[in-house]
């Protein structure tokens, strides 16, 4: 009969890991899970930023209005009803604007990782339209 001490099976438990066939395994199941993972946070990440433009847009829409009820005009200016010109993903612009409507929108700063402008005119109606190029200066056709 063998004659074990408890040293050596301490030292025989002790001495025992992982393969390297099963860390290869796991870094390649990790791999595949952030790989499926990667493009659909940045999908979420695309829209959350359009919403939060289009967001902005209603809230310059709304400071119009009241801009509107104490001057009888829609020729405002961001700054006259305190709205900020941009954030850190779009520039926001108040266009086509007279006396009596308006035409706001969103120009995405990096065009190359947000695709798309958004509009709002003063009777509430919204567009998108796919920005081409950085060179998306000119405003709406």
Do not use: C
């Not at 790989?35 to 999908?43: E, N």
């Not at 967001?55 to 400071?63: D, V």
């Not at 700054?79 to 969103?106: G, K, T």
């Amino acid at each position: 009969m063998l004659d074990f001490t408890d040293r050596q099976v301490i030292r025989t438990t002790a001495n025992h890991g992982f393969s390297l066939i099963e860390l290869l395994v796991v870094l390649t199941l990790i791999g595949i899970i952030v790989s499926a993972a990667v493009p659909s946070y940045s999908a979420y990440a695309v829209s959350g930023r359009q919403a939060s433009a289009m967001a902005q847009l209603n809230k310059i829409s709304i400071a119009l209005e009241q801009y509107y009820t104490r001057h009888h005009s829609y020729e405002a200016t961001l700054e006259q009803i305190n709205i900020p010109d941009s954030d850190s993903w779009f520039d926001y612009s108040i266009n086509n604007h007279d006396r009596y409507s308006y035409h706001i929108q969103a120009n995405p700063r990096q065009p190359n990782r947000l695709p798309l402008a958004f509009s709002l005119d003063h009777l509430g109606r919204q567009h998108h339209r796919k920005v081409q190029s950085s060179a998306w200066q000119n405003g709406w056709p």
